[in-house]
């Protein structure tokens, strides 16, 4: 199964990020797999998904989210995270901080999902 790939929701396309239960050497190598598939998609128009449910994070994990969530900045129009319970608080705070971003935090990929389709937010 690929974890980083294309999902459709409500007819729109979503770039599904799955860390779902990946320890912290593979949530590096998810993440930097993100970068190739985002730069390749028109500014502002990438509606990102990242479930973190069950995964573990070291320092170097949050430093290549940061990277990457600066990176792909300039071609994301919203980002969303499941799971964000097992992300301790200071590395969430830090990812936002770095990024200059927000990652609104869901219960479920499918509130998560509504929320990404929604033109009004």
């Known amino acids: 199964m690929d974890r980083v790939r294309f ?3 409500q007819g ?5 990020a799955d860390l779902t239960n990946c320890g912290a050497e593979e ?3 998810i993440v930097s797999e993100v970068p190739h598939i985002v730069t390749a998609q028109p500014h502002k128009s ?5 479930d973190l449910t069950g995964a573990q994070f070291s320092r170097a994990a949050v430093t290549r989210m940061k ?4 990176f792909d900045r ?22 936002k901080i770095f990024a ?12 998560a999902l509504d929320w990404l389709v929604r033109e009004d937010v």
Request: glycine content about 2%; proline content about 6%; hydrophobic content about 50%.
């Open 7 to 9: 999902i459709a929701h």
């Open 100 to 111: 200059r971003r927000e990652f609104p935090r869901f219960k479920t990929q499918e509130e």
């Open 27 to 29: 949530v590096v190598k």
């Open 74 to 95: 300039p071609f994301v129009k919203k980002s969303a995270m499941v799971g964000a319970e097992s992300l301790p608080d200071v590395f969430y705070q830090a990812l």
């Open 12 to 16: 729109k396309q979503i770039l599904l």
């Open 67 to 70: 990277e990457v969530a600066v």
């Open 46 to 50: 990438v509606l990102i998904l990242s």
